[in-house]
T-cell receptor
C-alpha cells in the first residue's frame, strides 16, 4: 500500500497570501488529521476529518481551515499568512473507526513565510 | 497544549549502548504511542501501549507504562547509528463512536548515536 502523500513538500509564501496544502491518505483510510510542528510549540493538532466532516478541531484561529473529499483526500488552507505560520505541516491517516490505532504520517509540507 | 514532557531533551550515546527516554503526561489516557522522526521527515509509528498494559516489546524496543505515575519509558537496546532521530510520545485520550482521533505530543527527545 502506498503511504500518506503530501504535496507540495516545500512552499515559500509572503505575508498576507493564502496557501492550500494537500494530503492523500492510505487507501481505505477515512480519517485524516492535520498537525502543525514548530520548534517553539512542538506538534499541535489542527483538525480531523472523517467522511467529509470535521470531527474535531484544535485551538487555532479561523484562518486555518480544511476540507475532505469523497475519496478521503484532504486539503488544508491557511489565509492571510503570518510569519508565525512558518512550520512543518503534517497529515496523518487511519481507518477512523475503533480505538487504539496508530496514526500514519506523511513527510509533511514545509511552509516558509517571508 | 502539550500533554507532557519527554526527558531528557537530548541524549548522546555510543553505538551498541542502550538508550532510555521518559515521558510524563497529565490526563487520563486510552493509550500512549511512541513515534520517531528523522530530520525533516514525517513521524513513524513505533509502538502503541494500551492503558491496561504495563510493558510491550517490539524488536529492540521496550516500552513501559505506569498509569499511576502518568509516565512511560522507551528503551532502545543495542543502539545503531540509524537510530539517530527525535522520539516523541503521544497520548490518545480515547475514541468513542462519536469521537475522533487527536494525539497530544510531548516535545521529544533528540537521540544521537555515535558510530
Amino acid at each position: 500500500k502506498a503511504g500518506v502523500t503530501q504535496t507540495p513538500r516545500y512552499l515559500i509564501k509572503t505575508r498576507g497570501q493564502q496557501v492550500t496544502l494537500s494530503c492523500s491518505p492510505i487507501s481505505g483510510h477515512r480519517s485524516v488529521s492535520w498537525y502543525q510542528q514548530t520548534p517553539g510549540q512542538g506538534l499541535q493538532f489542527l483538525f480531523e476529518y472523517f467522511s467529509e466532516t470535521q470531527r474535531n478541531k484544535g485551538n487555532f484561529p479561523g484562518r486555518f481551515s480544511g476540507r475532505q473529499f469523497s475519496n478521503s483526500r484532504s486539503e488544508m488552507n491557511v489565509s492571510t499568512l503570518e510569519l508565525g505560520d512558518s512550520a512543518l505541516y503534517l497529515c496523518a491517516s487511519n481507518t477512523g473507526t475503533g480505538g487504539n490505532q496508530p496514526q500514519h504520517f506523511g513527510d509533511g509540507t514545509r511552509l516558509s513565510i517571508l | 497544549s502539550q500533554q507532557g514532557e519527554e526527558d531528557p531533551q537530548a541524549l548522546s550515546i555510543q553505538e551498541g549502548e542502550n538508550a532510555t527516554m521518559n515521558c510524563s503526561y497529565k490526563t487520563s489516557i486510552n493509550n500512549l504511542q511512541w513515534y520517531r522522526q528523522n530530520s525533516g521527515r514525517g513521524l513513524v509509528h513505533l509502538i502503541l501501549i494500551r492503558s491496561n498494559e504495563r510493558e510491550k516489546h517490539s524488536g529492540r524496543l521496550r516500552v513501559t507504562l505506569d498509569t499511576s505515575k502518568k509516565s512511560s519509558s522507551l528503551l532502545i537496546t543495542a543502539s545503531r547509528a540509524a537510530d539517530t532521530a527525535s522520539y516523541f510520545c503521544a497520548t490518545d485520550a480515547g475514541y468513542s463512536g462519536a469521537g475522533s482521533y487527536q494525539l497530544t505530543f510531548g516535545k521529544g527527545t533528540k537521540l544521537s548515536v555515535i558510530p
